[in-house]
């Protein structure tokens, strides 16, 4: 049986994207010990790989397809196809951006002070571009990992870091200059598997199920019974994708409606629903919006 090679990243984003796939429909079970998690799914072959570095497995079709962010697509200069973007963070929903960091009392004030200067990231080959394509000379070297505090300690002049909403940098006496780079989580293909009629398939259902399944976030849905001449009332109380479902119960004046709503905005509008005459309203979460 043929089989797709999917790479899940590992790490940060490794529960938040074995969650997006539970609510999508395949159900992935990982262990600290393999890197090869199972799945319930005979045509998926799946692979641990650090986000870091999928983008080259699957350039070089180690990987047919696989999950990480713009960010390191554009560090390692991989050519891949991108098959959709798929915006989730466990943290936030603000998109994750690389931004140029200085101490809060540097007299730095744009990319252009930093000539001569030295700036630690680990997004070294993309910064090294960012500054060379404007003409600014800067010494860059690879960071491993607590990069704010080389710049605190006066180990470098700036740092490139990746920050949602910047309250860690603040917090390290730290300031933002500008930023480089907006990131998200993109859906990545081999080429010659995009190419391949089967694989190609299996790719487009991931994708399509699990945009369906990050659209579903922070929705429920909503089901109740209405006396037909409250109906019109009743509706104009709902926010939905679409006009709402709605169907004659048997033998009876009373309808039945079906819709989808903002979980943020049921608390408001339930004790409405009831004042219009709705009853028996059910409320039910999503997995998936399509």
Same mark, same amino acid.
């Not at 397809?65 to 960010?71: A, R, S």
């Not at 080959?125 to 960012?130: D, L, Q």
């Given at each position: 049986m043929s089989a797709l090679k999917l790479g899940i990243p590992k790490g940060s984003l490794e529960e938040a994207t074995v969650e997006l796939f539970r609510r999508a429909g395949w159900k992935i $079970? *990982?262990?600290? $010990?393999?890197?090869?998690? =199972?799945v319930d799914d005979p045509e998926l072959r799946l692979s641990l790989a650090r986000a870091q570095e999928m983008s080259r497995y699957v350039e070089d079709g180690v990987l047919d @397809?696989? +999950? *990480?962010?713009?960010?390191?697509i554009l560090e390692n200069g991989s050519d @891949? &196809? /991108?098959v959709c973007d798929l915006v989730y963070s466990k943290a936030s929903a603000t998109p994750a951006r690389w931004v140029l960091v200085v101490p809060a009392d540097?007299? @730095?004030r744009s990319a252009s002070d930093l000539a001569g200067k030295k700036i630690a990231t680990e997004l070294v080959?993309? *910064? /090294? $571009?960012?500054f060379r394509e404007r003409g600014i000379e800067v010494e860059v070297e690879f960071s491993w990992g607590a990069t704010e505090a080389k710049v605190v300690e006066g180990l470098c002049d700036a740092? @490139? /870091?990746v920050t949602e909403t910047g309250s860690t940098i603040k917090a390290h006496g730290l300031r933002i200059v500008e930023t480089l780079l907006v990131t998200n989580t993109k859906l990545i293909a081999n080429r010659s598997a995009w190419q391949d009629p089967w694989k190609r398939q299996k790719i487009e259902q991931i994708a399509l199920l699990l945009q369906g399944a +990050?659209? &579903?976030?922070?929705?429920?849905?909503l089901k109740m019974n209405v006396p037909a001449a409250r109906i019109k009332e009743v509706i104009d109380l709902l926010p =939905? +994708?679409? &006009?709402p479902t709605v169907a004659h119960l048997y033998d009876s004046d009373w309808l039945s409606l079906e819709t989808c709503v903002m979980e943020s905005v049921v608390r408001e509008i339930i004790p409405q629903l009831l004042r219009a005459g709705a009853t028996g309203i059910l409320e039910y979460p999503l997995n998936k919006v399509l």
């Open positions: $079970r *990982t262990s600290s $010990r393999n890197y090869f998690p =199972s @397809v696989g +999950l *990480t962010g713009k960010d390191w @891949v &196809a /991108e540097s007299p @730095v080959s993309f *910064t /090294e $571009r960012y740092i @490139v /870091e +990050l659209k &579903a976030e922070g929705m429920v849905g =939905s +994708l679409q &006009a």
